[in-house]
């Protein structure tokens, strides 16, 4: 291969001159999204209800990066809120051409988030839907439309390996998440694979418009589980290991970037081959 050859599809990658918005961004996986996206070139808008941690998040990218990044406060489930977000990001950097749509909660109640089925509160269960699948609709509609009305976007939104599969009760036992047992709840697992639903739907409305819509789905991501979690989960794996965070930016910036440009609607799955048994 000529060497022109090679600097052409590595320029595919290159996100100089766009502008990029992470949703979730103080999150595990939202600070890395933002740093992957950060050092392709991309300017950032940093969103999380958690003003001041955008802030010093979008702060200290600019400076490594070289880069224009701002941090904002947003509550995804608010439409209000949403909608004052994206005339931000308009107002500040001039619109965006990516969308890391990547913010989900487990409520304000953890106790009530990992109650079992039978005793799963419905007040519980639409605090979760209202982030994880209302707020993935209402940022991807408010930025999706803007990208739709120039004719061009890749809009990522994150779901996770149990919006495909259900979860194994097994590994549970004897598993804890920062000292406290834990499962993954039914309303997880039906927020995410509304998220996969979603982007399919997204994707075939507006590819028409040059938007392109696609899904990003974590297996199970290192953050605080104990050991006894981290065995049992690994031992369902074929790489034979729970992911980093990192393990997920490779995928998020190949679909951000132009060498994804014919990849839409599609479902791409980093979960270690637990998919593939």
Sequence with gaps: MSAMAEASYRR???????????????????????????ELGAGLALVDLDAGAAAALAADLARRHAV????????????????????TVEERLG?????????????????AFFAPVERFDLATWRE????????MFLVAQALGSRMAERGA?????????????????????GSEYNGRAINTPAVYTASKAGVIGLTRHLATYWAGRGVRVNTLTPGGVSSGQ?????????????????AEADDMVG???????????????????????????
């Design 226 to 242: 104990n050991s006894e979690f981290s065995r049992r989960y690994a031992a369902r794996i074929p790489l034979g290991r729970m």
């Design 153 to 173: 976007g890749s809009i990522i939104q994150t779901a996770s390996i149990y919006g495909l599969l259900a979860p194994d009760q097994r590994i549970y036992e």
């Design 68 to 87: 224009e990044a701002i941090g904002i406060a947003c509550d995804v489930a608010d439409p209000e809120a949403v909608r004052r977000m994206a005339e």
């Design 12 to 38: 595919l990658f290159d996100l100089a001159g766009k502008t990029a918005v992470v949703t979730g961004a103080c999150g595990i996986l939202g600070r890395r999204f933002a740093a992957g996206l950060a």
């Design 128 to 135: 979760v839907m209202a982030v994880n699948l209302d707020g």
């Design 95 to 111: 619109g965006a051409q990516i969308l890391m749509n990547n913010a989900a909660t487990k409520g304000g109640d953890l106790d």
């Design 251 to 277: 995928a998020a910036l190949f679909l951000a970037s132009d060498a994804s440009r014919y990849v839409t609607g599609q479902n791409i799955v980093v979960d270690g081959g637990l998919s593939a048994w």
